[in-house]
Nanobody, 116 residues
């Protein structure tokens, strides 16, 4: 049974930091690129960051470049998103996504709220 379980969301003040984690099981984690998406109320889901299956390459949306860092541990089957200098516009539900050649999987999402 495939599972992606996100954790680490919450309420943080502008300028603060959060670290999101996604624990994967039920598939060959090291064969999948891993992504973080987010969806704010009334907006489409957008890609935030990607890391290749071996962790050699990363991609970031312009809106988070320099503030967010994606990383993975293929021994522990986890992917993390370190988010620094958070802004109110980062408020959204954040989703972990596994993308393989044939299949893709989604987590249930974790809420991040940036507010004073």
């Amino acid at each position: 049974q495939v599972q992606l379980v996100e954790s680490g969301g919450g309420l943080v003040q502008p300028g603060g930091s959060l670290r999101l984690s996604c624990a994967a099981s039920g598939f060959t984690f090291s064969s999948y690129a891993m992504k973080w998406y987010r969806q704010a109320p009334g907006k489409e889901r957008e890609l935030v960051a990607t890391i290749t299956n071996a962790g050699g390459s990363t991609y970031y949306a312009d809106s988070v470049k320099g503030r967010f860092t994606i990383s993975r541990d293929n021994r522990k089957n986890t992917v993390t998103l370190q988010m620094n200098n958070l802004k109110p516009e980062d408020t959204a539900v954040y989703y972990c996504n596994a993308r393989g050649l044939k299949y893709g999987y989604w987590g249930q999402g974790t809420q991040v709220t940036v507010s004073s």
